[in-house]
């Protein structure tokens, strides 16, 4: 049974940093995609970053420059580097995984059809 597992959540100063980490298990292959989304109260669910298995990445507009995703496959552990936090990052912030990826779904912050999702952990940005 595939896993995700997220730690790192919390609370912090506008202008700090936080580190999210995704564990994934019950899967030997990599997956092709890997992304962080986020859901602030009373607003959609939006993609933050993704990584495909090659190491591409792709950003919300909102978080280029401040946010880095990357990934260990060895450890089969996702991560999400967050810099110069703002109040208006403030959301749950799930990690996604699938194994499925072709030209109709590939891999991108667009994408919302994952197999496999987080609980979610609160990330809460004070000003």
């Known amino acids: 049974q595939v896993q995700l597992m997220e730690s790192g959540g919390g609370s912090v100063e506008a202008g700090g940093s936080l580190r999210l980490s995704c564990a994934g298990s019950?899967?030997?292959?990599?997956?092709?995609?890997m992304a962080w989304f986020r859901q602030a109260p009373g607003k959609e669910r939006e993609g933050v970053a993704s990584?495909?298995?090659?190491?591409?990445?792709s950003y919300a507009l909102s978080v280029k420059g401040r946010f880095t995703i990357s990934q260990d496959n060895a450890k089969n552990t996702l991560y999400l580097q967050m810099n110069y936090l703002k109040p208006e990052d403030t959301a749950v912030y799930f990690c996604a995984a699938d194994h499925f990826c072709n030209y109709v779904t590939p891999c991108g912050i667009r994408r919302r059809t994952f197999a496999y999702w987080s609980q979610g952990t609160q990330v809460t940005v004070s000003s």
């Open positions: 990584i495909a298995n090659g190491g591409s990445t």
């Open positions: 019950g899967y030997s292959d990599n997956p092709c995609c």
